[in-house]
Each structure stands twice: as structure tokens, then as C-alpha cells.
């Protein structure tokens, strides 16, 4: 098939913190019905349904919180959007955005268990490989095994940034053989660095279904590992294999796609830009299947969420339009003037529906109307952006919608699912690294540990995609605003200093609203003075929602640990994070 399909998952949810991989059945005298023998699990097909369940887990399982697309940790956290909607609706991500993270958060619980049950269906493969049938080639072997320490790399790689301190387990521990007593006093970056060098290692170029992680992810996903550390070396060497030789699964060489829509459109999934992705599919039977972490994520009443008339969350941030704001020759507004009255965007905040609205007229970055619904601007094929008629509480959220995770009118029915309360489910994969994604952090790694001329080689490479004028949005035949970019001229990455901050401001403007910045921020050890700095900017807007907020340094870079966890195993096992 052309996807790897998350369908007919073996395993079931696991309890929080216990990854169990089996239990004893010794008593029973006859087998419950439906069962599986170990010998099945085993099989190669048992093996191969072990894993796709381990895949399965990246979307969460309907599980939002625990998704790779982080729209809650990554992009609120980081500024790009606000929670959006009523303030009583989902009321629990209302301390998430103003960094007042509780340790009985159903939320973070949510995470922390959907995280670990990704480990624990990746740990599941493993051990029954351990005693793999005689139907299972070694090659398969090597295979499996290394798309299994793939996954559970990942899964502990969102454990680690999103909690710091956390246990490690790992294929060998079980109930009753020690897992309730380890304990999160352990760095676990090595055991991250490992599975994912083995996966590099063992895993093939190509695989049988697109969806499959490859050597080239792994080889992505590893340099990342190293730029969270600030190994900037060993991501530089990663990165320049990638760039080099990387392909993806189904042996497209990676490439930036000519147009940057076509990121987002499900028609185009697993393209050249595709590093790794969560795999969707409509029309399956169910909409786990689809994309189900964006449900939520959709202009409020008529629209893209048609009947459902929901719901409004994942607003993008008064801070993130603004960024889009150009000087007259293409270039952001680096020092953060953006955020001045005279630069900022015209806004309908406050205007009523019938009232006349003037348009933005100044330069801005193409890229901002891919990403951010605004009045008076196509969104996609549906129709002009309308204003406050499809924004559910404008002094909560502000007048904006998101538009990169939403299905087209063209795909009604084909590439969308209409079998379930909301037509907010989709086939559009959602990807955890596409190739600008690498052209950046390889940028950010050559001005580290490399060449300041290539990292602006690599930057340029981006703007240009962006800069194209077949990719603008359209409007009467004409762009429908006042697109204006253009690359960064050489005195820009004249020091180190000057180009990191146009590499920093470039993740911003590219990977916006792709749960990307918040992380960003923490690892580049800027998050309290920009998010201070964000929040005094966004709450002039946002008064209720985000008035008096803060950012606590040393602290609100990670969440707690869940109160019940260490309820459930001991103070003397989990030991809480700094803060809390």
C-alpha cells in the first residue's frame, strides 16, 4: 500500500507507567477467547502486527496530548499559537499556555502515559524477537529490530524534552522482574544515541511501504538527537550524509517541494520533503487511523468543520503574524520590531462582521498565509478568510485560524472521514521532519561546528522555496497580499552571533505551528527572555487569557512529573522535578 496503514493494532493501552510486555498465565486452564499464543506473536505476522502497532502510537491513539505534532507543547508553549476557543472549553490547557503547569494535570498525565506506551508496544517487538519463529529471516530480524529501536527512540526522545527526568526501560525489565524500581535518576540521552545509531545502522535505504522509517531517517533523526545536546560536530556529520545521499523510503532523493502548500495538502503526502511522518488515512473504519490530534484545530462554525461547528483551538498568536512583517526589501524584522505599531499587521480584532475591513498593505513574508487564516485572504479552497464569523471568541483567542493542518473542499469525502461526530478527520500525514527542517539544523550545526557560508547556503535554500511566486497564495488572479522575501545577504553570517539569529528566526517563519518552538527555544537556552518578552506582547491583546503570566526559568522548561506516578511507584523511585 501507499502508506503504512495504523490499522488492526495488537497491543492495548498500558497503564501509565507499567510497560508490561506479557503476564504470567500459568493459573488459567483454558485459554480466553481470542487470545494469542506466543508462538502467533512470534510469526512474522504476529512481529510485523507488533510493530505496526508501535507505529501506531505516534498519533496518540486519540490520546492529543501524547501526538508527535505537539500543537499544545510545542507551538502554545513556544508562542506561535494560543489555546484559542472559550476559556472554558479544554480548560485544562489554559495553565499549559501561561507556563502554570500542575502536577495532577490530566493533560500531562496524558502524555506521559501515551509516550510510554509507545515505549511499551516498541519494547513488546523486541522481546518477541527474542523468540522469533523460524518463518522470520535474519534480515527481518535486523529490519524489525531496527524500526522497533527507531520507534522507541522517538518516544523516549519526547519523554526526555518534554519531562527531563525520566525512567528508562527497556525490553529486558517486566512486572514482577524489576520495572517498578527504576528510577528517573538516570540521563538517558546515551540510550537515546544508541537505538537510534543502531537504526542508522541496520535499516534499509528503501522499505516495502513508504510510512516505514529508513536509514536516512534514522540518519535525520539521530543529527537531531545531537543538536539537542549540542553535539553540533556529530550533527553536522549526520546532516551532511542526509543532505548527501538521504532518500526517502520509496527512494525519492530529499528535496525541498517546489511549492510550500503542498507540504500540507494529503495529495501530495510522502513527498521528497518527507523525512518521517505520521501515516493517515480517511475512510478506514476508524478515525484513529486518520490524523484524530486535530479535531480540535479547525475554524469555529461554518467552514472546514462544517456542522460540527467546532471548535476554534490552536489560534495563532498576535507574535507569530506579526513575525511574518518584511522590511521593503524582503528581510524580518530580526530585532523583534515586529512587535511596534507601525509594523504590525492590520488586525479585525474587535471589528464586527459587517463592518469594513482595510487590508494589510505592507510587505510580508508569503509563507504567513500559508499558515495563518486572516480576513479577507483565501482560505485554501474554501473562501475568503471571514473574520469573526468563523472565530468562536475573538477576546480569547484573537482573530486568527490555523490553516496548515486543514483539508481542502477538494478533498471532502475522499482524503477527510465523515463517520464520526466532527469531518475534522484526515489522510494528511503530519510530518516529525521534512527536509528544510534539516536544512536548518544543519545550518545551525555548520555555524557551531562548520562553515558560516554553508549555513547560509543552506538558510537561502529555504527562503528560495519560499520566495517562489507559483507557490504565493492567489487572489482574482493576483497575490492576494504584498508578498516580498528574499535571501539574506552574505553580512548577515558575517559572525556567529548575527547568524544564528536569522537561523533562529528562520525555524520560526518556516516550521510555525509544527510544534517545533517551544523545544527550539529551551535548547537554545532563550526561552525565559523570549516568552516573557512574548507573553508582556501577547496578553496587551489577550487580557484574560494570558494577563499577569509568566515564565519561571529553571523550571517551566519541563513539565512535572504526574502526581499519581509517583503515587503509584514512590517518592524514593520518581523524584519530581525542580519547581514543583
Not at 26 to 34: A, H, K, N, S
Not at 249 to 258: I, N, Q
Not at 490 to 507: D, G, I, L, N, P
Not at 523 to 540: C, D, T, V
Request: charge should be neutral; glycine fraction near 8%; include cysteine.
Amino acid at each position: 500500500m501507499r502508506k503504512l496503514i495504523k490499522k488492526g493494532a495488537v497491543a492495548t493501552t498500558m497503564s501509565l507507567m507499567l510497560l508490561a510486555v506479557s503476564c504470567n498465565e500459568d493459573f488459567l486452564v483454558i485459554r480466553p477467547t481470542g487470545t494469542l499464543s506466543q508462538a502467533q506473536l512470534a510469526s512474522k505476522n504476529g512481529l510485523e502486527g507488533a510493530l505496526i502497532s508501535a507505529y501506531a502510537q505516534l498519533n496518540g491513539r486519540a490520546a492529543r496530548m501524547a501526538s508527535a505534532n505537539n500543537w499544545v507543547w510545542g507551538s502554545i508553549r513556544g508562542g506561535d499559537s494560543n489555546k484559542g476557543t472559550d476559556p472554558g472549553d479544554f480548560s485544562d490547557i489554559n495553565p499549559i499556555q501561561r507556563y502554570e503547569y500542575q502536577t495532577t494535570q490530566g493533560v500531562i498525565a496524558e502524555a506521559w502515559g501515551g509516550f510510554y506506551e509507545g515505549v511499551a508496544r516498541a519494547n513488546n517487538v523486541l522481546n518477541l524477537l527474542t523468540m522469533a519463529g523460524t518463518d522470520v529471516t535474519d534480515a527481518e530480524k535486523q529490519r524489525i529490530g531496527a524500526e522497533a529501536r527507531f520507534l522507541r527512540a522517538h518516544y523516549y526522545f519526547e519523554l526526555r524534552r518534554n519531562f527531563l527526568n525520566v525512567p528508562y526501560v527497556d525490553e529486558t525489565v517486566d512486572v514482577g522482574s524489576g520495572i517498578e524500581k527504576v528510577k528517573n535518576d538516570k540521563e538517558i540521552w546515551p540510550m537515546i544515541e544508541a537505538d537510534m545509531k543502531h537504526a542508522f545502522d541496520n535499516l534499509p535505504e528503501r522499505q516495502g511501504a513508504v510510512g516505514r522509517a529508513n536509514k536516512w531517517a534514522a540518519a535525520a533523526y539521530l543529527g537531531k538527537i545531537y543538536l539537542y545536546q549540542n553535539k553540533f560536530a556529530e550533527a553536522k556529520a549526520m546532516f551532511d550524509q542526509v543532505i548527501a545521499n538521504g532518500m526517502t523510503s520509496d527512494g525519492k532523493k530529499y528535496a525541498l517541494v517546489p511549492r510550500y502548500a503542498d507540504i500540507f495538502r494529503a495529495t501530495n503526502d510522502n513527498n521528497a520533503e518527507s523525512v518521517f511522518a505520521i501515516q493517515a488515512a480517511a475512510n478506514t473504519g476508524s478515525v484513529n487511523n486518520a490524523n484524530p490530534q486535530f479535531d480540535l484545530n479547525y475554524p469555529y462554525n461554518t467552514g472546514p468543520n462544517g456542522p460540527a461547528g467546532c471548535c476554534g483551538f490552536n489560534q495563532p498568536s498576535f507574535e507569530l503574524v506579526n513575525s511574518f512583517r518584511t522590511t521593503a526589501n524582503g528581510l524580518p524584522l530580526l530585532d523583534e520590531s515586529y512587535r511596534q505599531p507601525a509594523n504590525e499587521l492590520k488586525t479585525d480584532m474587535g471589528v464586527a462582521a459587517d463592518a469594513a475591513f482595510t487590508p494589510d498593505t505592507k510587505p510580508v513574508d508569503p509563507r504567513l498565509d500559508h499558515a495563518v487564516g486572516r480576513r479577507g485572504i483565501p482560505y485554501l479552497d474554501w473562501q475568503d478568510f471571514p473574520g469573526i464569523a468563523w472565530i468562536r471568541n475573538q477576546p480569547n483567542g484573537g482573530p486568527y485560524a490555523p490553516k496548515k493542518f486543514i483539508y481542502y473542499r477538494s478533498d471532502v469525502g475522499s482524503l477527510q472521514d465523515n463517520s464520526s461526530w466532527t469531518p475534522a478527520y484526515t489522510a494528511l500525514n503530519v510530518t516529525i521532519i521534512r527536509f528544510a527542517d534539516v536544512l536548518l539544523m544543519a545550518a545551525e550545526a555548520e555555524i557551531e561546528a562548520g562553515s558560516l557560508t554553508k549555513a547560509m547556503e543552506y538558510t537561502n535554500m529555504v527562503r528560495a522555496r519560499a520566495a517562489n511566486p507559483a507557490g504565493f497564495v492567489m487572489k482574482n488572479g493576483a497575490p492576494a497580499a504584498n508578498y516580498v522575501i528574499s535571501p539574506y545577504p552574505a553580512s548577515q553570517f558575517a559572525t556567529k552571533e548575527s547568524a544564528r539569529q536569522a537561523v533562529r528566526f528562520e525555524r520560526k517563519l518556516e516550521l510555525s505551528d509544527e510544534g517545533h518552538r517551544f523545544y527550539d527555544l529551551v535548547r537554545w537556552g532563550i526561552a525565559a527572555p523570549y516568552l516573557n518578552g512574548y507573553l508582556a506582547y501577547e496578553s496587551k491583546y489577550l487580557t484574560t487569557a494570558l494577563g499577569g503570566a509568566k515564565f519561571t526559568p529553571n523550571q517551566d522548561e519541563y513539565l512535572p512529573i504526574p502526581q499519581a506516578q509517583i503515587d503509584l511507584l514512590g517518592a524514593d523511585i520518581l523524584k519530581q522535578n525542580p519547581g514543583f
